[in-house]
């Protein structure tokens, strides 16, 4: 299938769809340690899969959230199982609720008082249909996950992540997980493929008003991952063709 140059496909001849040397978290060099890491989603799928490769790079504190409260406990026994030193904390959180995001950020910066990395990995798609036949609620809510529950997430954590720059001397991340489809325009796909192009716009705010105060900002497209969040979309005509990738891909480059 031909693709538009704008789709970073042909960026490079050499294609990865699996764990490669370069990005391998076990690598002493990039070894992680003293790093207090959080991760939205981390209850499944990708999110899970950067948890526990961050337990390979040697982090401090994995800090897991999702909105399952029940798959956390899974992905804590993983992460033991990678490195048994490793401090998990669970956090049961739903991203659009403010309430719920400030009271997390409260007791990051409470119980642990610095944040190295943010990875907005929560993400919600409402079924792939036609402008005019889709559920109202459901399209809008793809954007309150994709854009509010993100602006929430940088909104509340930012300033101790700035504060965590300052004192460290060094820079913070900031990762979010976008979407090949920001660049598409695929018939049924408006509300996911829109709220995506905003998030990378997003993060070039982020970048904008925060480089200045040690906030690294990056947006990083997945590739094509078979899970509960694509199964759906993989089905769809076509769709096949992105969902080469293994799970391992996106966690060991977000990782590094």
Known sequence: MSLPPHFGVNFTQTLHNDINPSTDPRKSDLSQPGKVILITGAGRGIGRSIALQYAQAGVATVIICARTASELDEVQTSIHSIQSTISVRKIHLDITNEEQVLAAAESVRREEGRLDVLINNAGYTSLWVLLAEGDTDK??????????????????????????????????????????????????????????????????????????????????????????????????????????????????????
């Not at 854009?147 to 460290?168: D, N, Q, R």
């Not at 008003?209 to 590739?223: A, I, L």
Request: some cysteine.
């Open 139 to 256: 399209y809008w809510n793809t954007w309150v996950v994709n854009i509010k529950g993100t602006y929430l997430m940088l909104h509340s954590f930012l300033p101790l992540m700035v504060e965590t720059a300052k004192i460290c001397g060094r820079a913070v991340d900031v990762v979010n997980v976008g979407s090949m489809g920001a660049h598409a325009t695929t018939p049924g796909a408006s509300a996911y493929q829109a709220s995506k192009l905003a998030l990378l716009r997003l993060g070039e705010f982020v970048v904008e008003e925060y480089s200045g105060k040690g906030v690294n900002c990056f947006s990083v497209h997945p590739g094509g991952v078979v899970n509960e969040f694509s199964k759906d979309v993989e089905q769809l005509e076509g769709r096949k063709f992105f969902c080469l990738d293994m799970i391992r891909l996106p966690s060991d480059f977000g990782t590094w």
